[in-house]
Protein backbone atom coordinates (compact mmCIF):
# COMPACT_ATOMS: atom_id res chain seq x y z
CA UNK A 1 0.00 0.00 0.00
CA UNK A 2 1.17 3.57 -0.65
CA UNK A 3 0.17 6.20 0.67
CA UNK A 4 0.20 10.22 -0.60
CA UNK A 5 -0.08 13.18 1.44
CA UNK A 6 -0.66 16.60 0.21
CA UNK A 7 0.62 20.00 2.19
CA UNK A 8 1.00 23.70 1.49
CA UNK A 9 -2.49 24.61 0.08
CA UNK A 10 -3.97 27.82 0.97
CA UNK A 11 -4.82 30.86 0.21
CA UNK A 12 -3.10 33.24 -2.53
CA UNK A 13 -4.07 35.90 -4.11
CA UNK A 14 -3.75 36.61 -7.99
CA UNK A 15 -0.44 36.61 -9.19
CA UNK A 16 1.14 35.35 -6.23
CA UNK A 17 2.73 32.15 -5.76
CA UNK A 18 2.19 29.02 -3.64
CA UNK A 19 4.11 25.34 -3.89
CA UNK A 20 2.38 22.17 -2.79
CA UNK A 21 4.39 19.07 -1.69
CA UNK A 22 3.30 15.39 -1.57
CA UNK A 23 5.16 12.92 0.34
CA UNK A 24 4.71 9.22 -0.43
CA UNK A 25 5.45 6.43 2.15
CA UNK A 26 4.51 2.77 2.26
CA UNK A 27 5.46 0.60 -0.51
CA UNK A 28 6.67 3.46 -2.97
CA UNK A 29 8.88 1.39 -5.00
CA UNK A 30 5.49 0.34 -6.99
CA UNK A 31 5.20 4.06 -7.94
CA UNK A 32 6.06 4.93 -11.37
CA UNK A 33 4.75 8.51 -12.58
CA UNK A 34 3.49 11.26 -10.07
CA UNK A 35 1.72 14.18 -10.74
CA UNK A 36 -1.19 16.44 -9.61
CA UNK A 37 -4.64 16.66 -10.56
CA UNK A 38 -6.76 19.45 -9.77
CA UNK A 39 -11.18 19.78 -9.73
CA UNK A 40 -13.24 23.21 -9.42
CA UNK A 41 -16.46 22.85 -8.12
CA UNK A 42 -18.90 21.53 -10.85
CA UNK A 43 -16.05 20.57 -13.06
CA UNK A 44 -13.60 17.26 -13.65
CA UNK A 45 -10.81 16.32 -12.56
CA UNK A 46 -8.13 17.60 -14.57
CA UNK A 47 -4.37 16.89 -15.39
CA UNK A 48 -2.01 19.87 -14.17
CA UNK A 49 1.44 18.34 -14.64
CA UNK A 50 2.96 14.74 -14.37
CA UNK A 51 6.57 13.97 -13.76
CA UNK A 52 7.37 10.46 -15.29
CA UNK A 53 9.48 7.99 -13.51
CA UNK A 54 11.99 8.79 -16.78
CA UNK A 55 12.66 12.27 -15.59
CA UNK A 56 10.04 14.01 -18.09
CA UNK A 57 7.40 16.31 -17.43
CA UNK A 58 4.13 17.22 -19.05
CA UNK A 59 1.74 20.08 -18.61
CA UNK A 60 -1.59 21.10 -19.34
CA UNK A 61 -1.65 23.78 -21.74
CA UNK A 62 -3.38 25.92 -19.07
CA UNK A 63 -0.86 26.40 -16.87
CA UNK A 64 2.29 25.86 -19.10
CA UNK A 65 5.16 28.45 -18.08
CA UNK A 66 3.35 29.52 -15.04
CA UNK A 67 3.83 26.08 -12.86
CA UNK A 68 6.63 23.88 -12.39
CA UNK A 69 6.50 20.54 -10.98
CA UNK A 70 9.52 18.61 -9.61
CA UNK A 71 10.28 15.16 -7.53
CA UNK A 72 12.65 14.16 -5.08
CA UNK A 73 13.05 10.36 -5.33
CA UNK A 74 15.34 10.01 -2.63
CA UNK A 75 12.27 11.61 -0.45
CA UNK A 76 9.56 9.98 -2.31
CA UNK A 77 8.10 13.89 -3.00
CA UNK A 78 6.45 15.50 -6.06
CA UNK A 79 6.46 19.47 -5.68
CA UNK A 80 4.33 21.71 -8.02
CA UNK A 81 5.48 25.09 -7.70
CA UNK A 82 3.06 27.72 -9.06
CA UNK A 83 3.34 31.11 -9.82
CA UNK A 84 1.27 33.72 -11.42
CA UNK A 85 -1.88 32.16 -10.05
CA UNK A 86 -4.95 33.08 -11.34
CA UNK A 87 -8.90 32.86 -9.80
CA UNK A 88 -9.12 29.88 -12.41
CA UNK A 89 -6.52 27.91 -11.11
CA UNK A 90 -9.34 27.91 -7.85
CA UNK A 91 -9.57 24.01 -7.51
CA UNK A 92 -8.92 21.06 -4.76
CA UNK A 93 -5.41 19.81 -5.93
CA UNK A 94 -4.73 16.02 -5.93
CA UNK A 95 -1.04 13.97 -5.74
CA UNK A 96 -1.20 11.49 -8.02
CA UNK A 97 1.16 8.38 -8.33
CA UNK A 98 0.75 5.29 -11.00
CA UNK A 99 0.90 1.52 -10.04
CA UNK A 100 3.76 0.52 -11.98
CA UNK A 101 2.56 -3.55 -10.99
CA UNK A 102 -1.33 -3.93 -10.31
CA UNK A 103 -4.13 -2.18 -11.10
CA UNK A 104 -5.31 0.80 -8.95
CA UNK A 105 -3.31 4.05 -8.92
CA UNK A 106 -2.91 5.91 -5.61
CA UNK A 107 -4.55 9.14 -4.83
CA UNK A 108 -3.93 11.61 -1.96
CA UNK A 109 -6.73 13.33 0.01
CA UNK A 110 -6.37 16.66 -1.69
CA UNK A 111 -5.33 19.95 -1.26
CA UNK A 112 -7.35 22.97 -1.48
CA UNK A 113 -6.06 26.32 -3.67
CA UNK A 114 -7.62 29.35 -3.40
CA UNK A 115 -6.68 32.32 -5.56
CA UNK A 116 -8.69 35.65 -4.88
CA UNK A 117 -8.45 38.08 -7.30
Known amino acids: QVQLVESGGGLVQAGGSLRLSCVASGSTFTIGDMGWYRQAPGKRRELVAI???????KYADSVKGRFTISRDNGKNTVYLQMDSTKSEDTAVYYC???????????WGLGTQVTVSS
Open 51 to 57: FSSRGSA
Open 96 to 106: YGSNIYLSGDY
